[in-house]
Every structure is written in C-alpha cells, then in structure tokens.
C-alpha cells in the first residue's frame, strides 16, 4: 500500500513553515542553521515524493545535491558563528551591525 502524495506535501508544508517561524522570530545564529536545514529538508521530502510519484531518479539525484549543499552551508555558517561568539561573546544576530569590527 503506497503513501499518496498528499501526505508528503503535507509533511513538507509543515517542516518548511516550521523552517520560516524559527528564521523569523529567532535571534540566536544556531536556530537559523537549524531552521535552514528543516526547510532544505523540506524540499527534499518534496524531490523525493515527485521522484517516487513518477517513477523517475532525478528528484533523488538532486535531493543527494541539497544535502551536499546543506553541509557546506553548515561548515561555512559553523565557521561564521564562531567567529560572531569570538568577537561578540554571544551568538545574538542582531548584535554585530556592520562587518567591520
């Protein structure tokens, strides 16, 4: 018995707006990260549902590409935060108002 598609979109929808909710109301750098990382994952529940739905491998192909760039997004985010608890003693985003320091 297969899962129809709805329920896929559903399950995106939901992570995705979770996503957005903790991007908008959050200040702390390491919630964004994570709220990034549940809205690619969003998309990738969606490629793969259309993969699976059609019978075709390419959404899988891409969502293998969204992973890769979620980690590369970690390192380099990771890499900022760090920086921003170095200067700032604090991961507050709205703390550092210019680039300079």
């Known amino acids: 018995m297969a899962v129809p598609a709805e329920y896929y ?3 995106s929808a939901a992570l995705f707006c979770v996503g957005l909710f903790g991007i908008l109301t959050r200040r ?3 919630f964004f990260l994570m709220s990034v990382e549940l809205m690619l994952n969003a ?4 490629l793969v549902a259309f993969s699976l739905q059609w019978g075709n491998i390419t959404g ?3 969502s293998l590409f969204t992973m890769a760039l979620a980690a590369a997004e970690v ?3 990771i ?3 760090l920086v921003l608890y170095r200067n700032f ?5 709205t703390k550092p108002t ?3 320091w």
Not at 43 to 46: C, E, G, K, M, T
Not at 89 to 93: L, Y
């Open 75 to 77: 390192a380099v985010g």
């Open 89 to 93: 003693e604090d991961v507050d985003v």
């Open 9 to 11: 979109l559903v399950l």
């Open 43 to 46: 998309a990738n529940i969606n």
């Open 28 to 30: 702390n750098a390491l």
């Open 98 to 100: 210019s680039m300079r």
């Open 60 to 62: 899988q192909v891409f």
């Open 79 to 81: 890499g900022i935060i």
